[in-house]
């Protein structure tokens, strides 16, 4: 039998208490492959809570800071460059571990992608263009006329999984339901697949204490200048959580720093709650306490993988 390359990968929702559970497990023998979608941009670092530099000085990173802001990247795009750098990782001896809370680039790079049409360009701005005129309620509606089984898998608060459902729709003439989703783990290699779970209330607390950190970090210096770099609700990575509150509040007028921290707080939340849900679709992953590191050092012996 072929031995088959050992990977890990552990994920949850935002502030669930990945950083601490890598830094106590995986400080020697692993390289961390990030699955953050708003980590991969230049000069996005305190909204995505990128890692600080003692961390990346301590364990080797790879697809942080790897675009700019105004470019796209897809889940297609994560699985190609996470490949590569798996293979690199391999090469050296030790073991990749795939950390973030993108959910959808963490399950295709473990179950595989749809066969959905490839991204066109022209039709991905205009679907974000129309949504930016009408309003993420009218785009919901619509994919509810279009794909109401893809709607009914969506978050009516999910702005990418919208956008991207009806490109596809407009893009092939056919429902993003309609493309199959594969439902078991590809074979070539051996994943060990944790994910993190705490409460609702803790994860709700966690989540306001991350978000007032960034702003004592600096996070509103951080927008300023991505405002003076030209920066809008165009560029990709301003959809983000943490950053596309703040341009939002430019247009619609509104310039309280409070209430600006207030969405952010709340649209996370609402991203956690998603994010878990999107979890529990995933049976193969095991939900652990983030501070039960036994429990996540049990998962890894049965791997093989002995700290």
């Keep these: 039998m072929k031995i088959r390359p050992k990977a890990v990968v552990l994920t949850g929702p935002t502030a669930v208490g990945k950083t601490a559970m890598t830094e106590a497990l995986f400080s020697h023998g692993f390289e961390i492959i990030n699955a953050d979608s708003v980590q991969i941009y230049r000069g ?21 800071d790897i675009k700019d802001p105004w470019e796209d990247y897809s889940s297609g795009d994560f699985v190609h460059d996470a490949e590569d750098a798996m293979s690199s990782i391999w090469s050296r001896g030790n073991i990749p571990l795939i950390t973030g809370g993108t959910m959808y680039y963490i399950k295709h790079l473990v179950y595989g992608a749809p066969s959905t049409p490839a991204a066109d360009a022209s039709i ?34 999910d702005d990418y999984r919208i956008s991207r459902a009806i490109e596809v729709f407009r893009t092939s003439g056919k429902p993003l339901s309609s493309f199959p989703l594969p439902d078991a783990v590809r074979d070539d290699i051996s994943f060990t697949l944790i994910c993190l779970k705490r409460s609702r209330e803790e994860l709700k607390e966690r989540i306001g204490l991350r978000v007032e950190q960034m702003f ?19 560029w990709p990575a301003v959809e983000g959580i943490g950053y596309r509150e703040f341009f939002q509040a430019r247009i ?15 649209d996370s939340f609402r991203y956690a709650k998603q994010q878990m849900t999107f979890a529990s679709s995933m049976k193969d992953f095991v939900f652990i306490d983030p501070d039960d590191a036994a429990s996540a050092l049990d998962q890894l012996s049965l791997n093989g993988i002995c700290l």
């Design 44 to 64: 996005l670092d305190i909204g995505s809570a990128k890692p600080d530099k003692a961390l990346m000085g301590k364990i080797p990173h790879h697809l942080i």
């Design 124 to 157: 991905r701005k205009a679907v974000r263009d129309e949504i930016d005129d009408k309003g993420l309620e009218w785009a919901f509606s619509y994919l509810q006329d279009i794909d109401p089984v893809s709607a009914s898998r969506i978050g009516r608060n």
């Design 216 to 234: 004592s970090e600096g996070l509103y210096d951080e927008i300023r200048s991505l405002a003076r770099s030209g920066a809008d609700l165009s």
């Design 252 to 266: 619609d007028g509104e310039e309280s720093l409070s209430m600006i921290k207030e969405r952010i707080i709340r």
